[in-house]
């Protein structure tokens, strides 16, 4: 079967915008769920039951086969279980630090990822990489506004420190399911692999809920801005997410794949028209210092 013909660029490139944005409101959603009593658990479980049901009737309309590779259902499940970890990091550091913030040191995970496959026998980074690399960790160092917490006599409030240990956590979790669907479930359907991977995290969201690891993760939103703050994450997310996946074929990803990357921009400017949160001038410079990094990582000059 021949593959399905690329959108013009310029279309690839504003439906990918688009998703970004998509993506970067359903974080701020998150957040505003969140500061209206909504448990961390619920937002995940309602957002990833939702979109598994839609991904579930694409794969049926489709008549996709649910074979697994061999030995790949505990790769399966392990991404799985990776994903809902780097869910639950995620949006741990969402409701406790900047939104724009959380998803910039989120999106580090390149960083991680290519050091993760030179240690498991890939290709070591080259001197361009390493540079790039080390221009993210020192935009971060201003993002983080480093310099004058330091250099303060207040020392960091504990939810910083634990929003900035949880974004990084985050980072490091999904740059290793990265690699397994690279290198371990590169034969399975996306559109399969991806409705699995959200069974799992319904799952085990289900399960932690019930046995309430996390206290209060379970509890619905108190009020009416809370309950439209969850319906809000759970479209914007499944709505994204799903149409992501079925224009996947047509979007040149190799070549348009750094437009995702302006998701914290976008954050940036909804977490201020939504949310009053706006970064310091020396935070948005070290933001867009890791930005412009990462955009030039993953970027393919053969594209």
């Known amino acids: 079967m021949s593959s399905p013909a690329l959108f013009p660029r310029h279309i ?33 479980l309602c957002r990833s039951g939702v979109t598994m049901l839609v991904l579930l009737g694409i794969v049926l309309w489709q008549r996709q ?10 790769w399966q499940l ?32 390149p960083i991680i990822l290519a050091l993760l496959t030179w240690a498991l026998g890939g290709s070591a980074p ?27 006599s207040e020392a960091a409030g504990p939810q910083w420190l634990i929003g900035v240990s ?30 699995l991977t959200l ?26 801005s809370g309950w439209l703050a969850l319906g809000a994450l759970v479209l914007l997310y499944g709505v994204a997410f799903c149409l992501l996946f079925v224009t996947l074929p047509r979007l040149n990803m190799a070549r348009n794949a750094p437009v995702m990357n302006m998701e914290p921009i976008a954050t940036l400017l909804f977490g201020w028209l939504l949310l009053d949160q706006l970064l310091s001038g020396m935070q948005m410079l070290g933001g867009a210092i890791v930005l412009a990094g990462i955009v030039l990582l993953t970027y393919r000059k053969d594209a």
Do not use: E
């Open 126 to 152: 080259s001197r361009r990489t390493l540079m790039l690399m080390g221009l993210i960790l020192l935009g971060l160092v201003f993002a983080l506004d480093l310099p004058a917490r330091l250099g303060s």
């Open 166 to 195: 949880v974004s990084l956590l985050a980072a490091c979790v999904f740059a290793c399911a990265l690699w397994i669907t690279d290198h371990k479930l590169s034969n399975l359907r996306g559109s399969v692999r991806s409705m």
């Open 199 to 224: 069974m799992i995290v319904f799952a085990s969201m289900a399960i932690a809920g019930s046995a309430d690891l996390i206290p209060g993760g379970m509890n619905p939103p108190g009020n009416d």
């Open 78 to 109: 392990l991404l799985g279980l990776l994903i809902a970890t780097q869910s639950i990091c995620l949006y741990s550091a969402v409701a406790r630090i900047p939104v724009a913030l959380a998803l910039l040191i989120g999106n580090t995970f």
């Open 12 to 44: 690839a490139v504003l439906l990918l915008a688009l998703l970004a944005c998509s993506f970067a409101g359903n974080h701020i959603a998150a957040r505003i769920a969140f500061d209206n009593d909504t448990g961390l658990l619920l937002a995940i």
């Open 65 to 74: 086969p649910l074979r697994m590779p061999s030995g790949g259902w505990r």
